[in-house]
């Protein structure tokens, strides 16, 4: 009896728990394709994993986009030009937003004179006159000449030890990304009562 097999018939048999599949030649072949395909994608993939970790730069390279007051009074602080200048890595700032940031606003309470203001003015949008900058700036201002990357930044904005180092991470977004790059870093985070609150 002839038992060669035809080229066109089946050659392999996968068994596979208690189940033989059979697969013919032109499956196998398919097969090879399908699976070289997923091998270029997946290197293709892990490329450009690497490449995303560098975050988009929007706007203004140097002021991060910043009211020119509040870059002028962050740039001639003390705290920021002495105390801050000593920090050199992302985990020593990290660590100085939650030992020393109590609240997000430009100024320290307190420190502006806005009677009569108005508008634009007013409040704490940073327009008009100036005060004693708040560190909570100072340190957003200091991240962003770290350059922070894709994986620093999410550190931030998912950190479990102060609602703080979270805010300065989507304010570190809002200032320097693109603006329909917003929503997609966001969205995940809109019913995050921590981040809405800002409680520790």
């Known amino acids: 009896m002839n038992t060669r097999l035809h080229s066109t018939k089946t050659t392999v048999k996968q068994i596979c728990g208690n189940f033989i599949f059979v697969t013919d030649s032109s499956s196998i072949n398919r097969m090879d394709a399908k699976n070289a395909a997923n091998d270029e994608e997946s290197v293709s993939h892990k490329q450009t994993?690497?490449?995303?970790?560098?975050?988009p730069l929007w706007g203004n390279e140097r002021s991060m986009n910043l009211n020119p007051?509040?870059?002028?009074n962050i740039q001639s602080s003390h705290y920021f030009k002495v105390n801050l200048?000593?920090?050199k890595t992302y985990h020593e700032v990290v660590d100085e937003i939650y030992y020393k940031v109590t609240h997000m606003e430009p100024w320290e309470k307190g420190s502006r004179r806005t009677s009569g203001q108005t508008g634009m003015c007013g409040g704490v949008r940073g327009v008009g006159a100036g005060g004693i900058v708040s560190t909570?700036?100072?340190?957003?201002?200091?991240?962003?000449?770290?350059?922070?990357?894709?994986?620093?930044?999410?550190?931030?904005i998912n950190h479990t030890d102060s609602p703080y180092i979270r805010a300065?991470?989507?304010?570190?977004?809002?200032?320097?990304f693109p603006p329909p790059q917003l929503l997609d870093w966001y969205e995940d985070?809109?019913?995050?009562?921590?981040?809405?609150?800002?409680n520790r």
């Open 168 to 176: 300065l991470g989507f304010m570190y977004i809002r200032y320097t």
């Open 189 to 198: 985070y809109l019913e995050d009562e921590e981040v809405r609150t800002g």
């Open 49 to 55: 994993s690497k490449q995303s970790n560098i975050l």
């Open 69 to 72: 007051l509040i870059l002028t």
């Open 85 to 87: 200048y000593e920090l």
């Open 136 to 156: 909570a700036y100072c340190l957003l201002y200091k991240l962003f000449t770290l350059k922070l990357t894709r994986k620093q930044l999410n550190g931030l």
